[in-house]
């Protein structure tokens, strides 16, 4: 871990609140501090902001979004957000008939995925506190449904796969149950999306902060104490009476405390692991799957871990692939020529050769991302850690933690990213009122 410098000198905080990272969870905590008249600062490692949330121009002019993108109506506080901004989203294309790979009948994947429903809502319904759920992986309580078909089975250990970014043999279940207790959306999560991008309206919020944001700033380290915060970063130091670390948990652990954050804190941050994913834009002339009759979409059974949809709007036309797990983990670090090689193989059995012929495949790889540590979220692996989150929120006065993962409502999304960083304004707001340190709820 590095170390921070340190000063000798007691300084006086410079404003009521720092808060460090510039994703959605810093953005909208930051905005809502500077709302209720607090001095803020908003610091940020990378030359942008949105952090999980980017974009970039591929070569034909189009913007895309290379980080989070989709949601769906039931996402309140994200939605809201859009209306302020005037941007209209575009419904994501679901019309026609799925691919699944290697093939089955419409009717025997719709059949597949109704028992993968099915099971995932027993996994919502098991009791947090039932002995007989202790230390088990997700793997592990699936293996135990001998009463559900192997298929359906495997689909369930599939969508782990996609959908969370790790091994089931790794993923703590409780937490699993717990996390999905708090996705509540009706809708497909992946119901539509911004055709200027949702890093777009990262970029607009960003820009009602004028000057109080600071990019290219990498923190290394924290001191805290009774009456303030300093943030080391590099040959530079901020004060303030307030922090919020509005980063994932793996990144949090980088940071070097002075004084060193209570144990049971350490142990709970050193609980998660990142997501492993790998996001690639395939572009095309047209989408001619929809003249198929098609969707667009693609559920591969094999390899596990992959997933296709519909990105065209407009005059653009393209798939959208996720590879997520270990499958991510396997192309993590390969050469480009072959992922993409891959790609167009898994394209051309899935579509024909029209399918493994696109005009392009631009290649987001989050695996191991320096500033994020992964994506979409971090996830919990260490079985012991059944209240890794509570103790997160509980901070450390006057640091307070606040990210995605640790959102009561929708984590891993970015209505989650916005809802935790509004709590974490209003506790430090709630504080500053009081004229005593941050506490937590």
């Not at 990378?46 to 996402?75: H, I, N, P």
């Not at 319904?125 to 192997?150: G, N, Y």
């Not at 080391?232 to 980088?254: H, K, T």
């Not at 989408?287 to 009759?293: A, C, D, H, L, T």
Request: aromatic share 8%; charged share 25%.
């Amino acid at each position: 871990m590095a170390k921070a410098g340190r000063s000798s000198e007691k300084r006086m905080p410079e404003r009521d609140a720092i808060v460090v990272g510039a994703g959605f969870t810093g953005l909208s905590a930051a905005l809502e501090l500077v709302d209720a008249g607090l001095d803020v600062l908003l610091i940020e490692a990378r030359d942008r902001v949105g952090g999980k949330v980017e974009s970039e121009t591929l070569s034909d002019g189009t913007r895309v979004d290379t980080g989070g993108q989709f949601f769906c109506r039931d996402m309140s506080q994200l939605m809201a957000l859009i209306g302020e901004s005037g941007k209209t989203p575009v419904m994501t294309h679901y019309d026609g008939e799925m691919i699944y790979r290697p093939p089955v009948s419409p009717q025997q994947g719709f059949a597949r995925w109704q028992g993968v429903d099915a099971l995932r809502d027993r996994m919502i319904a098991t009791d947090p506190d039932d002995p007989d759920l202790a230390r088990l992986t997700v793997a592990d309580w699936v293996a135990r449904q001998d009463d559900v078909s192997a298929d359906i089975r495997k689909s369930f250990l599939r969508l782990i796969k996609g959908l969370w970014c790790r091994a089931p043999e790794e993923v703590a279940f409780t937490w699993l149950a717990s996390n999905d207790r708090r996705i509540t959306n009706t809708y497909s999560e992946m119901e539509m999306f911004l055709p200027d991008t949702l890093h777009a309206l990262a970029d607009q919020l960003a820009a009602r902060l004028g000057d109080r944001l600071r990019l290219g700033i990498a923190v290394t380290g924290i001191d805290h104490s009774d009456t303030g915060v300093t943030v080391i970063a590099g040959d530079q130091q901020f004060s303030a009476r307030r922090l919020i670390l509005a980063v994932p948990p793996v990144m949090i652990r980088r940071l070097a405390f002075s004084p060193a954050l209570p144990e049971r804190l350490q142990k709970a941050l050193s609980a998660w692991a990142p997501g492993l994913s790998i996001k690639l834009q395939v572009s095309y002339d047209k989408p001619f799957w929809r003249e198929r009759g098609l969707s667009g979409a693609v559920m591969w059974h094999e390899p596990q871990g992959l997933y296709a949809c519909d990105a065209s709007r407009g005059d653009y036309a393209g798939l959208i692939i996720f590879i997520g797990g270990p499958e991510a983990q396997q192309w993590h670090g390969r050469p480009r020529k072959e992922l993409t090689a891959f790609i167009r193989e898994q394209l051309t059995e899935a579509f024909g050769p029209e399918g493994g012929n696109p005009r392009d495949i631009h290649v987001r790889d989050w695996v191991d991302d320096p500033w994020s540590g992964g994506a979409y979220s971090d996830v919990i692996i260490d079985l012991d850690a059944r209240y890794a989150e509570e103790i997160i929120n509980e901070g450390v006065s006057p640091v307070h933690f606040a990210s995605s993962e640790l959102s009561p409502s929708y984590p891993g999304y970015v209505e989650g990213a916005i809802v935790a960083g509004r709590l974490a304004a209003a506790r430090v707001i709630a504080a500053t009122l009081r004229g005593q340190p941050e506490v937590s709820d």
